[in-house]
């Protein structure tokens, strides 16, 4: 009897172990395979000033939930912005907007390729950078509505992805809140701490990241603008002091929300050739006891927010993958 309960129990365990390899396997592959990037434009290699906006999430105030730039249309007088997120490999204009632009006089083409529909040709201003796009994907049944006299309020008409900086040298200047691109490294760069290999695999940008002896590739995603680092249950648990209160509530993603927990910490971790903070570890509450199991067959080993930066410039050459990270 016992004999056969143990050969049910190893059955039960080698099905499981099959079962979340081939997850992780569909998981590696959906979230790195290579996309195709139709998206161009020509640019000034100006500064563009972003700003953070904040939210009220599950009772707690977040000062930093997003990064969003300001955008400009030539003729309308709308307060137009696009969140800048990284984690995205795709920039997008979202439907809804793109038809209430319509709706309000600009013509706007659309082409379909690879199966998906993207804006022909879109013109408009960052922050004085005067950006001529083509082929911005659209998507569908995302954003909202408005109309001629909604020119007092902000309208979020879509998002700026990681194909944005591909072939780009991009400096993110955290603390006084902007971004300049440009086509080659300017020589100021050469005076700066030594740049560094990332992987950007599938337009993930993997940054090599140091924490407690240990190295581990972190996925930068500059959507999660209120978050250090989020992490597994037993690194979160490791990362931070068991007397501090834990913060709970659920973050938006896109149309789906997730249960985030969350601290407060003073844990040091090196990026580049640079020391910083990650001031706040999260863990995802959902199957938190298959994380241990599932993440070391990942390539994953966090997601890497914007707070160790937030007194930082962060300098992405997609070019030759290299980037270096300089303290104020």
Request: proline share 4%; aromatic share 12%; net charge positive.
């Amino acid at each position: 009897m016992k004999k056969k309960i143990g050969y049910t129990l190893l059955i039960i365990l080698s099905i499981l172990i099959i079962i979340g390899f081939i997850g992780v396997r569909k998981f590696n592959t959906a979230l790195f395979k290579e996309k195709p990037n139709h998206l161009e434009y020509s640019f000034e290699s100006k500064p563009i000033y972003f700003e953070w906006t904040g939210d009220t999430i599950g009772g707690f105030y977040e000062p930093q939930v997003a990064i969003i730039i300001p955008l400009k249309i030539e003729g309308l007088a709308h307060h137009f912005y696009m969140q800048f997120d990284t984690g995205s490999p795709h920039s997008f204009i979202y439907e809804k907007d793109l038809n209430s632009l319509r709706s309000i006089g600009m013509d706007i083409n659309e082409v379909i390729k690879d199966d998906a529909r993207y804006v022909e040709h879109f013109d408009f201003v960052l922050d004085g950078n005067h950006i001529k796009a083509s082929m911005i994907k659209i998507l569908q049944n995302y954003g909202h509505t408005f109309d001629k006299n909604d020119s007092i309020g902000r309208i979020g008409i879509g998002t700026i992805g990681s194909d944005f900086i591909g072939n780009r040298i991009t400096a993110i200047d955290f603390k006084h809140q902007k971004i300049q691109l440009f086509d080659n490294r300017p020589k100021w760069m050469t005076s700066l701490p030594k740049f560094k290999p990332f992987d950007f695999t599938g337009r993930r940008i993997m940054l090599p990241v140091t924490v407690d002896n240990k190295d581990y590739e972190f996925l930068y995603d500059s959507g999660c603008s209120a978050f250090g680092l989020i992490t597994t249950k037993n690194r979160f648990d490791k990362y931070t002091n068991g007397n501090t209160k834990e913060v709970n509530y659920d973050a938006k993603s896109w149309k789906s929300s997730i249960p985030i927990r969350s601290k407060k910490t003073d844990k040091l971790v090196s990026i580049g050739n640079a020391n910083l903070k990650l001031k706040r570890v999260s863990y995802v509450d959902m199957y938190t006891t298959l994380q241990p199991l599932i993440t070391p067959f990942t390539k994953i080993g966090g997601w890497l927010g914007n707070q160790p930066f937030n007194e930082s410039t962060l300098i992405i050459d997609t070019k030759t993958e290299e980037f270096t990270v300089i303290k104020d």
